[in-house]
């Protein structure tokens, strides 16, 4: 029977520790706060799931394949902070030289990348949990995938996402496309919030269903619906993680190797 295995994205846990660490420098000053995070959030995965494999993706620079339908993507972030650009080829050193299998995937994101992998070991039958802050993956649990977020300490299964969302999976999709995302510039129905959206996935079902009954629904928030229609496609698709990715590695082969012990004496010093 194969492991377990645990798909880390490494994206967003690069920039939760940056953000929650003071921000620390070795010696010569260089920036390492957001290094030492990420090493402690893998290592409490080891303690917490000493039977299962990891592997760990990230994003990769540039656009990605969202950019193609969508050209404002992203497009309110700003450019990265020095200090943590500078960290990003230092943590995958070290990742890659504790063993992990380490991923990135050009014009895709890490979540795309994690969501392919995780839909083909289901398929295998086997167990899959993806670690992760991000919101967006409530969308992928089910019976054999779970989300663990270990800077909270925190485990989702379909139970605990209806009781954090207020929806089932499922229905995850239709409440991002409601509500919007700032952080990704997808603007959602205007005024609609987190109670709005429940509110209307508990009457209609969908996205599909809401539209199918804007017609019925009164006041400004109407409006606000019914002005966005046209854009609610859309912002499905700019939400639903992509579980298609072509993938230029074999998935199965997902094992953490040898440790490469000189070059991690030498990142530890450095």
């Known amino acids: 029977m194969q492991k377990c295995l645990i798909l880390v994205d490494g994206s967003g846990y690069l920039f939760r520790a940056f953000h929650a660490l003071p921000p620390l420098t070795n010696a010569e000053g260089v920036p390492t706060g957001a290094v030492y995070g990420v090493l402690n959030m893998l290592r409490r995965l080891e303690k ?23 050209p404002e993507y992203k497009a ?13 080829q230092p943590l995958k050193d070290v990742i890659q030289a504790q063993g992990y299998p380490l991923h990135v995937v050009p014009g895709y994101e890490a979540d795309d990348v994690i969501a392919t992998v995780a839909r083909l070991c ?16 409530a969308q992928l649990v089910s019976a054999d995938i779970t989300i663990v977020d270990t800077m909270y300490n925190k485990t989702y299964d379909r139970e605990a996402v209806l009781k954090k969302f207020g929806v089932y999976p499922e229905q995850i999709v239709d409440y991002l496309a409601l509500v919007g995302d700032t952080a990704d510039n997808i603007p959602g129905v205007a005024k609609v919030g987190p109670k709005t959206a429940v509110k209307w996935l508990q009457s209609y079902g969908s996205v599909e269903g809401i539209i199918k009954n804007a017609a019925f629904i009164s006041g400004k928030v ?12 859309l912002y499905k698709k700019l939400v639903q993680i992509d579980q298609e990715v072509p993938l230029p590695f074999v998935y199965g082969d997902l094992v953490r190797g040898e440790q490469d012990y000189d070059a991690l004496r030498e990142h530890y010093a450095r």
Not at 76 to 88: F, K, Y
């Open 48 to 70: 917490m799931y000493p039977d299962c494999e990891v592997a760990v993706f990230f994003d990769p620079p540039g656009k990605t394949q969202r950019h193609d339908y969508f």
């Open 76 to 88: 309110n972030r700003g450019s990265m902070p020095e200090d943590l650009a500078v960290q990003i």
């Open 122 to 137: 289901c398929e295998q039958g086997r167990e899959v949990i993806i670690s992760t802050g991000d919101k967006d993956f």
């Open 222 to 233: 109407g409006e606000y619906l019914r002005a966005a229609v046209k854009d609610l496609p």
